[in-house]
Structure formats: C-alpha cells, structure tokens
C-alpha cells in the first residue's frame, strides 16, 4: 500500500497534537485551576452565643466614651485601655505558662457567660484583671468559682496574656467585626495572632459556655490552636484591629498599626 506525502503529514500532526493534550498542564484550552478552598467546618462557636450578645458597635463606642471620656495622646482607641500585659494579675497567669499556644489553651478553659446574666445589662467591658480576679465571685455569675465572661472580655485577656508572654505588638491583635456562626450573624471579638507567615485566627469562646435557656453549662473541648489554618473564618466585616500598642480601622485606614495589619 501507498501512502502519499499529505497522508503523512496528517498523521505526523495528530500524534504531535496528541502527545501535547496529554503533556501540557497549562495550555491555552485548559480551564485555570483553582485556588484551594478552605474548609468551612463546623460552628464552632454556638449560634446562640451570637443571638444572646453581640456587640452593637455603634452602642459600644458610646458606653466606652462614657467609662473612658479623655483620650490619652499614646492611644488610638479607647478598646486599647482593654489590653493589659503589665498588669500584675495578667502577669502572674503569664508567669505559670509558656509561649502563645499554652495562653490559648488556658483561654479555651474560660466560660463564657452573657453580660445579661452576668451583669443584667446588653453590654459591660471589663479589664482583664477584673475578668480573672472578680467574676468567679461576682453574684451574677452562675458558676461560682470560674472565671467567666462574654467574647470581648476572653478575646482582650487572651491577647493581654500573649503580648505579657513577650510577643511583639505587630504580631498579635484583638479583632472586632461581624461574623457568622452557623444561620446567625452579629458582631464578635477574636484574637488573630502572626502564625507561619499569615495571620492565624484564634477562637477562645469555642470552649465551654453557659445556655441561659437551659440553665446549664454545655462543656466543649475548644478548636486547637492551629484549628483555623485549615478552615475558614466565618468574618463578614472588620470593624476594629487593635492591642495596646496599635489601633487600625479598615474602613477608614486610620490609626498607627504597622502595614501588615492591612487587610
């Protein structure tokens, strides 16, 4: 049999056409590959938690102003007055453990307890040696003898006990946002520390909490440390980065944060 000169060529360009199709990864016919998603994962942080006592930012601001009506030249925000590594009653916690890790697994300990039943009001700050030292006594607190306390007080102790532990103030920050727990939305604090070249969120509410409609305390273990390197954070919107050193607003680019608080 005789096979012509165009017969060839036509041969020759399928097998080259070919072994491109299997060889290529990123030709021009192929679909971009994807950049890998993180896991939603489960909420870790009660629904109800969010329903019972989110922060009103606006109402925040306010009630802050009233506890704190003179603003000191070193500070840009008056959620920083919240964060205390000098404090003797943070300093003395520091002092029975070592580095950031073991700081959140004692902060995953902590109850958490709505400012309503602690405190009979939406909303009440406290400082971080109030937080450790007065709450298990105080008579609104159904779990005599526990520290206790709501997001905002677990996320500035945490973050006051991590820079009290000698982190750098460019390497750790409380965040206050609005987040989505599970089919609820509101405003919440988390801790966000420098981890491997990201920032690392860290959830000290997804330990053990107080249900006010059953009365009772719901025990959980809390997310490991580097839970959140591999799921995602369920943030909708950043209102506030700060310690006590730094302050930044997102929306406004105002404040004195270094530029890797940028988001």
Partial sequence: MTINKNTICALLVMIILFTCFLLCQGCWWEKPQ?????????ALVAPA?????????????RQLEIVHPVLPPDKQSRYQFYITPNDPTVGALAGRING????YGEAVQWIWVSDQTLHGESEKW????EFLSDTPNYPGNPLKGNVVSDCEEQANTLVSLVRAEGVNPEN???????VKFGDEEGGHAWVE????????ALEATSGPYWDDDEGKLVTKGGAPFNYYENHDYPVIQVWSYYNDIYYLDPRTGSGNAPDSWQP
């Fill in 49 to 61: 938690l969010l329903k019972k006592n989110f922060i009103d930012e606006d109402k925040l601001k």
């Fill in 172 to 178: 750790v920050r409380v965040v206050l946002g609005k």
């Fill in 34 to 42: 994807e950049k890998p998603v993180l896991k939603q994962g489960p």
């Fill in 126 to 129: 406290l400082m971080p040696r």
């Fill in 193 to 200: 520390i420098w981890h491997n070249g990201r920032w690392l």
């Fill in 100 to 103: 950031a890790q073991e700081a």
